[in-house]
């Protein structure tokens, strides 16, 4: 599902317009971002959470030339399912 679809899918379900629909989609995505740049985390009950984890530097390997490369140390968002998401 990409986001045209998604917006298309919460007006129907919310009853509402879909321009309402993408401004809540929008303002939940912006909050989200602006929420895990602070490293901060996202929690949805019965849905998961978000979260920053920190990968540090390490070796890796170049596929085409086998040449060893560092690999820099970086932030990814984590998202851990609630225990019951996929249960029916």
Known sequence: ??????????AEKA???KVDARKAID?????T?????????IALVGFGTLSVAKRPA??????RSGETIKIKAKKVVKFKPAANILKK
């Open 15 to 17: 009853g509402m317009t």
């Open 33 to 41: 971002k602006a929420e895990l740049k602070k490293d901060g985390k």
């Open 58 to 63: 390490r070796q890796g390997r170049n596929p």
């Open 1 to 10: 599902m990409n986001k045209v679809e998604l917006i298309n899918a919460v």
């Open 27 to 31: 303002a939940i995505m912006d909050v």
